[in-house]
């Protein structure tokens, strides 16, 4: 018998967040069932849906330019005020 190989992906939550009320719903579910660092995750899935642009643009002067990309990234210590 042979063998067949399976080809896997990566999943992307961000291509299945097509707007605002599915990001919101996201998050909201995220932090309820994951918890800080699902969240935090999350909050880079939902970046990534938006366009960072538009992040940019949205969040000015409080992130701006790389530090939107850090402040995003998976291995990211986020500390919520």
């Known amino acids: 018998m042979k063998k067949r ?3 896997i ?3 992307d939550a961000s ?5 605002e ?8 579910a995220c932090l309820e069932e994951g918890g800080y660092e699902l969240f935090v995750q999350a909050l880079g899935d939902a970046a ?3 366009g960072m642009t538009r992040l940019a643009k949205d969040e000015k002067p409080r992130l701006t330019g790389l530090s939107n990309y850090r402040a995003v990234r998976r291995s990211a210590r986020l500390a919520l005020a």
């Open 48 to 50: 990534k849906a938006r």
């Open 9 to 11: 992906s990566n999943f």
């Open 5 to 7: 190989k399976i080809k």
């Open 21 to 28: 009320e599915h990001i919101a719903e996201y998050l909201k």
């Open 15 to 19: 291509r299945f967040l097509s707007s």
